[in-house]
């Protein structure tokens, strides 16, 4: 599948993604402050906050690298 950069800029800007992002930044957020609060999950909630954290930072260069790497798979 080839996305252009207009693509992705488009989608990155459409309502419906910007909201999506409002409310993965803010379930980051609370997992963050489960961090601080002490959780027996500790580790799990890290790791989604990572998840989180890599899909609000996702470039198009980034998701072009993904795809490519997917095609040698």
């Not at 910007?18 to 580790?43: C, I, P, Q, W, Y």
């Amino acid at each position: 599948m080839v996305i252009t950069r207009q693509e992705f800029d488009e989608w990155h800007n459409h309502s419906i993604t910007v909201e999506f992002r409002k409310a993965l930044f803010s379930d980051r957020e609370l997992l963050k402050e489960m961090l601080l609060a002490g959780t027996e999950n500790d580790e799990k909630v890290r790791g989604q906050a990572a998840a989180i954290a890599s899909i609000l930072r996702m470039t198009y260069e980034d998701l072009i690298e993904s795809l490519r790497d997917k095609e040698y798979e």
